[in-house]
């Protein structure tokens, strides 16, 4: 029978420890924190190391402190998080949706978008990134391009682009014609 490992350390110096190692290499939200050290004390719980009540109140203690001291911010993450997304191609929609599954909060996000658009990031720049990355529209070669409109559609639909911005990118007549409606030129 394999020998099972020992439960990890859940003194408050050892949980702070964990945090730190992992904010070292993770950008993170503060409920996405909290999740990732609750996940360490459920294991120790498991192996009767720590109540998970108790368990619960050290965590709640380390993230405050973490907080407090500006290592983990919701609104510096949520703006981060959110430039890195558009830049991928995600569309509005999804980053608000990416950040709330990662916990952060609805102001912090609206003020994530907010700063994206007065950037200058658009959807429509989004999605032209998403539909260079996919060759969708205009991308696509010539001879395939009538064909494919629907599910190329779709596709930008699906990504969480709307039906104007999805008909805008696949009904470009260039790529030049494209990249000049989504800088405004």
């Not at 924190?33 to 120790?44: D, F, I, S, Y």
């Amino acid at each position: 029978m394999p020998r099972r490992s020992p439960p990890p350390a859940v003194t408050p110096a050892a949980l702070e420890a964990a945090a730190l190692h992992y904010l070292e290499r993770y950008a993170s939200s503060v409920a996405n924190l909290r999740r990732v050290l609750m996940r360490r004390v459920e294991r120790a719980a498991r192996a009767g190391a720590i109540e998970r009540e108790e368990g619960r109140t050290r965590v709640a203690a380390v993230v405050e402190r973490l907080r407090a001291r500006r290592l983990v911010d919701d609104a510096a993450y949520a703006d981060g998080r959110a430039r890195s997304l558009s830049r991928a191609g995600r569309s509005r929609a999804a980053i608000a949706q990416r950040l709330a599954a990662k916990g952060v909060e609805a102001e912090a996000v609206e003020a994530a978008l907010s700063s994206l658009a007065e950037a200058g990031e658009t959807d429509l720049r989004a999605a032209l990134r998403f539909a260079k990355r996919r060759r969708l529209g205009p991308f696509r070669s010539p001879k395939e391009r009538a064909e494919r409109r629907e599910r190329d559609l779709a596709a930008l639909g699906r990504a969480g682009f709307s039906y104007e911005v999805a008909r805008l990118v696949v009904d470009a007549p260039t790529v030049a014609a494209l990249e000049r409606a989504a800088t405004g030129a």
